[in-house]
Nanobody, 125 residues
Framework: QVQLVESGGGSVQAGGSLRLSCAAS????????MGWFRHTPGKEREGVAA????????DYADSVKGRFTISRDNAERTLYLLMNSLKPADTATFYC??????????????????WGQGTQVTVSQ
């Protein structure tokens, strides 16, 4: 059974940093494209960052380019999202997601098959 478990969320002041982790079980992570998404009540879930199976290729939402970095450790079956220069607008529940197969990184919610339960990130002024 595929399971994705996020951790690392919390409360931080604007300008601060957090690193999210997503531990995968029940899958061979190196066979899956991965992504980070976020959701704020009243808005649709949006893609934040995505990464290819090898980690060679990445894609980011314009709103986080230059501030967030996605990475993966296939041997440890873990996906990461390093978030720097956080803004109040980044406040959301963050989710990791996986889809089987080699693919270009995608920020499309509908493309992903497996989802974690989410971790809350709150950024205050």
């Amino acid at each position: 059974q595929v399971q994705l478990v996020e951790s690392g969320g919390g409360s931080v002041q604007a300008g601060g940093s957090l690193r999210l982790s997503c531990a995968a079980s029940g899958i061979t992570l190196s066979n899956y494209c991965m992504g980070w998404f976020r959701h704020t009540p009243g808005k649709e879930r949006e893609g934040v960052a995505a990464i290819s199976v090898s980690g060679t290729y990445t894609d980011y939402a314009d709103s986080v380019k230059g501030r967030f970095t996605i990475s993966r450790d296939n041997a440890e079956r873990t996906l990461y999202l390093l978030m720097n220069s956080l803004k109040p607008a980044d406040t959301a529940t963050f989710y990791c997601a996986a889809v089987w197969g080699a693919c270009p990184p995608s920020l499309l919610v509908a493309r992903f098959t497996y989802w974690g339960q989410g971790t809350q990130v709150t950024v205050s002024q």
